[in-house]
């Protein structure tokens, strides 16, 4: 940085990397987001590189290991599928190389199970109700989660033969 005098990029990296650990402070964060904030406060962008490569370098910043977080997160508290998952990480700068790797944890099997759990308790939820309506909430809520099509018609009808099976 030809303009800036030694002391003075070392009071602007000194900046950066304050704010940048402040954030990092409250919760873990993509190294997109942290070049962003940096970008928001208006740090020189070669100053913001140089402190997030360093702070990387620390392992402070690790996108692989917040995408496999979050994905396990996403997955376990709310049921989101693979693909709301993946749209997610894409949405806060995570590169394709930590989205496979953190959605690699997620097997067929587990979203599947995922899957039917969410439509088992949307039959619950709409017991009595005319059954397009039950089809349409079950296939709705499923849909949102981030569920293709095929995985939830599967799972609507394997919990419903369960509970007509149940009911006999």
């Known amino acids: ?5 030694p002391d003075r990029h070392q009071e602007e990296v000194e900046a950066a990397r304050e704010i940048v650990l402040r954030r990092l402070d409250r919760a873990p964060a993509p190294r997109a987001a942290l070049a962003e904030l940096l970008e928001r406060k208006e740090i020189d962008h070669r100053v913001a590189q140089e402190v997030l490569d360093r702070l990387e370098t ?16 996403r997955f376990a508290e709310k049921g989101a599928a693979r693909r709301a998952i993946a749209d997610e990480l894409r949405r806060k700068g995570l590169g394709e190389r930590a989205i496979s790797g953190a959605l690699a944890q997620i097997s067929g099997d587990d979203e599947a199970g995922a899957a039917l759990a969410l439509a088992r308790k949307r039959l619950r939820a709409t017991r009595g109700l ?6 349409r909430r079950a296939l709705a809520a499923l849909g949102r989660k981030g569920y293709s099509q095929a995985v939830a018609l599967g799972a609507f009808e394997r919990a419903l033969a369960e509970e007509t099976r149940e009911d006999q």
């Open 130 to 135: 005319d059954p397009v309506v039950r089809e």
């Open 1 to 5: 940085m030809p303009w800036l005098t």
């Open 58 to 73: 620390a392992g402070l910043i690790d996108d692989d290991a917040y995408a496999a977080t979050l994905a396990r997160t």
